[in-house]
């Protein structure tokens, strides 16, 4: 089976958020797991854990073979050459024609940058017109007007190079809407073509609030008139790419089972969930997995001291450090929040901000290291300005300081509002720090409540989106705390045992995806 990945970032070419790091770490697992088949892997077994698609609420199990059979390595991943990327020096180059409905002859010609990486093969498409800008999908002004065509050109490049290749495609796994022209070309402008008509689509939603929303006119650029009028109805004001990949696709998942369950109501569906329910048992959820060989406080480079579950001294070496850094007092007992991410609504930073003053009062220092909308954490920063032995706010991407919070912290929050899937979290459990998390999404699957729990609990849940509701769960996790003990000692051993590993499960899950959406496809 030949799968190729379509995407608008991969870790470590491209990557603004978590789209980078799965599909990056998806395509790894898949083709490492299919060489320890072929080769005959004679470590631990694997175990395939069920899949839930949550259209009809069917349970489909997903069974126990291998990658070897379902999977024709290594797997193909196309993305766009961004401004700043650079190539290895084996890579190849070759120039490709593509269909353009923007071009006064109908064609543009574009670069295929081909080299093998982390056990896949990457396909840059080079077109400075359309991807050498500042930013992958807009500016301070807001989102490219031409995005349409940006992708769409992403996709034709794509489609064109695999009939180039001259060989069938079983399926191409699509990740969000920047990729959702490639569904819509194979139906209507490569119809008539096998190599790429027959393939299956599995459409991977990472974050549901961002559509892929064209106007008629923004549509022009993605795709000839003819296409269109197969597409469009002749009322409709434009398109969207996303609910277009929703209904096309054999298959749609998004990253976490309960975030698939969520998505089909009003309340988190964004308007799509309308479209989700209508494909039934072809939609659910894959939570995703974590790379364990670059998030282990045992080998981390970035750390003060390394630590483990066996020997967990470098933990407390770690905390006086991080408070050294921030400018607290390391002697101070108080239990140390922390929270990462960019500065969004969805984040739940402003929710942090309102439960502060209570937070600081009860004897607790919070640090945040965030960029983005500043006023998600303007009450923060005036309560930092009065009491900075307290709370330190670091308005930077810096990876470095993000693992020794992740080490140094005592608590990790994670108040979203809604939450695909989240990757903090996990993280923070990896490096022995509880996680206090609202219970939604991808969160209320990944951290279990240690009262509700007491044997199993690796954190705390709160239920509201509210600064009160916050403040209350982390005044439960902070009483948790100060009582120390082996209580707490084994709440963190809890967190840090749970193996997370794209090839634990997610990966299987994955192949087992794609053998069902070629065969759904066969039989339409």
């Known amino acids: 089976m030949r799968v190729v ?38 470590g631990t077994p694997h175990v395939v854990q069920s899949q839930v698609w949550v259209g009809t609420g069917a349970i489909m199990g997903v069974g126990d073979g291998g990658l070897a059979d379902e999977v024709e ?29 923007l071009a006064e002859s109908g064609v543009t010609e574009v670069t295929l940058v081909e080299f093998e990486a982390r056990g896949y093969r990457v396909r840059l498409v080079d077109h400075p017109p359309a991807f050498d800008r500042d930013g992958y999908y807009g500016d301070e002004n807001g989102d490219y007007p031409d995005n349409g065509w940006r992708f769409g050109l992403l996709c034709r490049a794509a489609l064109e190079a695999l009939m180039a290749d001259g060989r069938p495609v079983d399926v191409l796994h699509l990740h969000d809407w920047q ?50 009028k197969q597409a469009m109805k002749p009322r409709d004001d434009g398109i969207l790419l996303l609910r277009e990949g929703i209904d ?28 989700l329910a209508g494909i039934g ?81 009860a004897g607790a220092r919070i640090v945040v290291l965030g960029t983005g909308d500043p006023k998600r954490i303007a009450g923060m920063r005036a309560i930092a300005t009065q009491h900075p032995e307290s709370v330190a706010i670091v308005d930077a ?7 020794r919070i992740y080490a140094g912290a005592d608590l990790y929050l994670m108040p979203s509002r809604f939450e695909p899937c989240g990757q ?51 005044r439960r996790a902070m009483e948790h705390y100060r009582r120390g003990g082996e209580e707490w000692a084994a709440m963190q051993d809890r967190g840090m045992a749970i193996d997370w590993s794209w090839e634990a499960g997610p990966a299987e899950q994955y192949a087992a995806s794609y053998r069902r959406a070629a065969s759904l496809r066969r039989d339409s």
Not at 9 to 33: I, N, Q, S, Y
Not at 284 to 312: E, F, H, Q
Not at 397 to 403: C, G, I, M, N
């Open 5 to 42: 990945c379509i995407s608008a970032e991969c870790e470590p070419w491209a990557k603004t958020g978590g789209l980078g790091d799965v599909v990056d770490a998806l395509a790894r697992a898949v083709g490492a797991r299919r060489r320890a088949d072929r080769e005959g892997d004679a």
């Open 73 to 101: 390595g290594p797997v193909d991943v196309f993305l766009p050459k961004y401004r700043g990327m650079d190539a290895p020096a084996d890579a190849t180059s070759r120039s490709l024609l593509v269909p353009d409905p």
């Open 179 to 228: 990729a959702m022209p490639a569904v819509l070309l194979r139906d209507c402008a490569y119809e008539a073509y096998p190599l790429i008509s027959r393939a299956a689509v599995m459409v991977t939603i990472h974050n549901l609030a961002y559509q892929g929303w064209l106007t008629r006119d923004q549509a022009a650029g993605l795709a000839f008139p003819d296409e269109l």
């Open 248 to 275: 096309r696709a054999e298959l749609v998942n998004t990253v976490s089972p309960g975030y698939a369950q969520e998505a089909l109501t009003p309340a988190f569906g964004m308007g799509l969930d309308p479209a």
């Open 281 to 361: 048992h072809r939609f659910g959820g894959i939570l995703n997995g974590l790379d364990m060989t670059v998030w282990d406080p045992a080998t981390d480079a970035d750390l003060p001291a390394n630590y483990s579950r066996s020997d967990m001294t470098g933990k407390v070496v770690c905390r006086l450090a991080l408070l050294t850094e921030l400018g607290f007092d390391p002697n101070d007992t108080g239990p140390v929040l922390s929270m990462i991410g960019r500065l969004d609504p969805q984040k739940g930073f402003d929710l942090l901000a309102g439960a502060a003053p209570e937070l600081v009062a």
């Open 397 to 403: 991407f810096d990876r470095a300081l993000a693992r």
């Open 424 to 474: 903090g979290q996990m993280i923070a459990l990896r490096y022995g720090t509880p996680a206090v998390v609202r219970r939604t999404g991808g969160l209320a699957d990944t951290v279990i409540d240690v009262r509700e729990w007491p044997d199993e609990g690796t954190g705390f849940l709160f239920d509201t989106s509210s600064p009160k509701s916050l403040a209350n769960a982390c």
